[in-house]
Structures are given as C-alpha cells and as structure tokens.
C-alpha cells in the first residue's frame, strides 16, 4: 500500500496483521479520491474522519493532500499499531488523533467534520448506523461529504442523506453522500471529552 497523491506520494504504508481488517486498495482509493477531487476541489484546511480506519490510509491520503487534521477510529490492536507506525513515519502526530474503540463507542464531536471515511466490515450494518449517530452527536454540518466503502452488491442509505455518487471498483462500492439541511441537527449533549 502507497499514499496515492500530495505531499507523501508514493510512500509506503504498513497494512495491519492478520487478516481481521481488510485495508482499501490502491486502486479503490485512487478512485475515491479522485470522485472527492472532483465535488470538493481541494482537501485543504479540512478536517477528516476516518473511522474503521483499518490502517489509517484513507485520512492520511487526505492529509498528504491537505487536510488540516485526521481523526482515526479503530478497535482492533494490530490495526491500531498499523495506524501508529503511518503517522510516525509520515511525521504526522501533530496533524492526527487516534481513537481506540469502537466507532460506536464515539461520543459528541466538539466540532463538525467536513470529510467523515467509513470502511466497516463488509455486509453488514455498521456503517450506516455509524451515520446515523454520529449525524446525531454532532460529527457533521450541512457541508459534510460522507463516503461509505461497502461490498458492491451493498447499496447504502441512511434516513436523512442525499446519495450523491456511487461508484463499483472492483469488489468495492463507493458511495458519497450529504446530510439534507433539514437533518443536521444541533447536538444537545455535552461534548466529549
């Protein structure tokens, strides 16, 4: 695995051990990339979630383009020193926070994300719920693009979100999305610590 564009390109990422996370291929990322490039312009001063984040590659390839900081959250330990190990040799602490837990787990956002990556585990739910709640804790503003990597037979959709684009790459189905205005709410509960 490489970082595809920006300031790190070509630079090799550790993949985690075992087979319990299935990182994004190059390709796949490539692509998603380039569909993020296409509605968004430039990832510059963003700030990016990249929640399942397996080995982190998808927030750091947005970092190496220009995003201002990147939240990474990931339960599973061999992914978890992955994740460590890319910020380190990328000399990318100060850009990056680190979340051990479930993304389920995650309380309010102290503040929005304009760029949230979700890459759970194929078939199965976990994304979409992720959307919903984090939409509900505070995590996105009306601007937030979301994209979800799921199987491709797997067409996501969650109350309250406009599909944007969906894209096939291989085994993978990319699928961008915003919240509608209306479904953004204002978190009321205290912020997370």
């Known amino acids: 695995m490489r970082i595809v564009a920006g300031q790190w390109r070509g630079r090799k990422l550790l993949a985690p051990e075992g087979d319990t996370t299935r990182p994004t291929a190059d390709r796949t990322r ?3 990339f380039s569909m993020l490039t296409s509605r968004l312009g430039s990832f510059e001063g963003l ?4 929640l399942f984040a397996g080995s982190g590659a998808l927030g750091l390839e947005a970092l190496s383009r220009g995003a201002a900081h990147a ?5 599973d330990p061999a992914a978890i020193r992955a994740i460590r190990g890319n910020i380190a040799n990328l000399h990318a602490q100060k850009e990056c926070d680190v979340r051990v837990g479930s993304v389920m787990a995650l309380g ?3 503040q929005p994300y304009d760029l949230i990556l979700l890459d759970p585990p194929y078939k199965t739910s976990a994304g979409v719920v992720a959307i919903d709640k984090l939409r509900r804790l505070g ?4 601007g937030t693009w979301v994209c979800i990597e ?3 037979r797997e067409a996501p959709r969650v109350r309250g979100f406009e599909v944007m684009v969906e894209r096939v790459v291989g085994k993978a ?4 999305m915003r919240p509608e205005p209306s479904e953004a709410p204002k978190s009321e509960a205290a912020p997370e610590a």
């Open 30 to 32: 490539e692509t998603l």
């Open 47 to 50: 700030r990016v979630a990249d």
């Open 71 to 75: 939240m990474f959250a990931e339960q």
């Open 108 to 110: 309010v956002a102290k």
């Open 139 to 142: 995590w996105m503003h009306d």
């Open 150 to 152: 799921t199987e491709a």
């Open 173 to 176: 189905c990319l699928t961008l």
